[in-house]
């Protein structure tokens, strides 16, 4: 690699889906030096899936990678039983070792899709946390302060609002403070919503005598589909990397306009020139945004998919929102009752997760019967041999017939 490449590539590291750098002097030094970097990212098992949220650092440790400094991915199975009070109003549920651990081991294949495994080291920070004694706990948390901690604006402001902040919540930062001290980190990356844990690591690092690791926070935060809150699975507005094609072309589709153009440089590869000429032109109504995010869509599905899947995943679209035609492989739900409540049919039929999201949805009109909006939740269905069409939402469809 020419040192003008090289340069070129660390100044897009350096810039691209960052927010801001501590310090970018110090790292840049460090990345022209030429020393290969141990660059940290910790990754909390508090759910199976990932999401296109978690793509983002994923896609900046890749550029490290490409520059040839060493990925130390660290695996929170004991953390996430904690769970990270960062942006939370209230206590998280503690999980149970099991729940991490069955999590934790879809993470790797997961995170293979986007990092070169050849050139990952892995951890689970149990590998010195399950060790621990009571007394080096103790010896741990002397170098913390209650202030310092509760400065933090989730625990002051449910102190304020009169809400619990247990004891086992304040250990959080402190342990994400130690996995950077048990990695030897020089970068630590992750969102602006980590800025209190990952700072706690340099100064936990200084007050060691080690050398406090750079910090590179990205932004801005990725929001969901519903273009507001940050991509949850607990807020039911994610997209997740090992979506249907169908469904993540289709959950791609509903993100608000002006949302897409951070999709597009946060979770795309694509060059910020040609994003910003592409934005250009729907804002003069040369293009149409609808036909820009449905490129984004095939960018995306082709990356965690394939070209033929996002091809086809268009193709259903189109047919179901363009020609309101229904898709052509819908499931079947046989049955040999004379009768079934809606309700029913719509929970066995996997298209709610229970009576009361059934009960939720029919009420506020988002299911139809026979292409018939259906608000009724006493509703009985009839099946027939030809089949009686149900349709939850845009994008699910049952068909129940007669056995």
Request: contains cysteine.
């Amino acid at each position: 690699m020419t040192v003008s490449i090289e340069k070129k590539k660390i100044t897009r590291l350096l810039m691209r889906r960052v927010a801001e750098v501590i310090t970018e002097d110090s790292l840049r030094q460090k990345l022209e030096f030429g020393r290969p970097l141990r660059i940290k990212f910790g990754a909390d098992p508090t759910a199976p899936d990932l999401h296109l949220g978690h793509v983002v650092p994923l896609k900046k440790l890749r550029e490290f990678q490409e520059l040839g400094h060493t990925i130390v991915l660290i695996i929170g199975d004991y953390t996430a039983m904690i769970g990270d009070p960062s942006g939370k109003s209230k206590t998280r549920p503690m999980l149970s070792e099991e729940e991490v651990r069955q999590n934790a081991e879809t993470y790797l294949a997961q995170v293979g899709k986007i990092l070169d495994r050849e050139q990952l080291e892995v951890h689970c920070n149990s590998e010195w946390f399950a060790g621990m004694s009571f007394a080096e706990v103790v010896q741990l948390a002397a170098r913390f302060t209650v202030a310092r901690i509760i400065e933090r604006d989730d625990f002051s402001n449910r102190l304020k609002e009169g809400n619990d902040v247990h004891m086992h919540e304040l250990l959080y930062p402190m342990m994400q403070a130690y996995d950077s001290i048990m990695v030897d980190a020089d970068v630590e990356i992750g969102g602006t919503d980590q800025r209190f844990n990952i700072l706690a690591g340099r100064e936990l690092q200084r007050k060691l005598g080690k050398p406090e690791q750079d910090v590179m926070f990205l932004g801005p935060i990725l929001v969901g589909t519903d273009g507001k809150q940050k991509m949850s699975k607990s807020l039911g507005n994610y997209i997740g990397i090992t979506d249907e094609p169908a469904d993540m072309f289709g959950k791609v589709m509903s993100i608000p306009d002006e949302a897409m153009w951070d999709y597009w440089t946060l979770v795309t590869d694509e060059s910020e020139t040609e994003i910003k000429k592409m934005r250009t032109t729907c804002q003069q109504s040369k293009m149409n945004p609808r036909d820009a995010k449905a490129k984004l869509a095939r960018v995306i599905v082709t990356e965690f998919h394939s070209d033929q899947a996002a091809s086809e995943a268009e193709q259903a679209f189109d047919r179901l929102f363009r020609q309101g035609q229904q898709p052509e492989d819908i499931q079947s739900f046989e049955t040999a009752e004379e009768q079934l409540s809606l309700i029913d049919v719509l929970v066995n039929a996997g298209l709610a997760t229970s009576k009361t999201d059934a009960r939720r949805v029919i009420e506020q009109g988002g299911v139809k019967v026979d292409d018939q909006i259906v608000t009724d939740i006493a509703t009985l269905i009839t099946p027939t041999s030809e089949g009686i069409i149900i349709q939850k939402g845009k994008r699910h469809f049952t068909k129940v017939t007669k056995k």
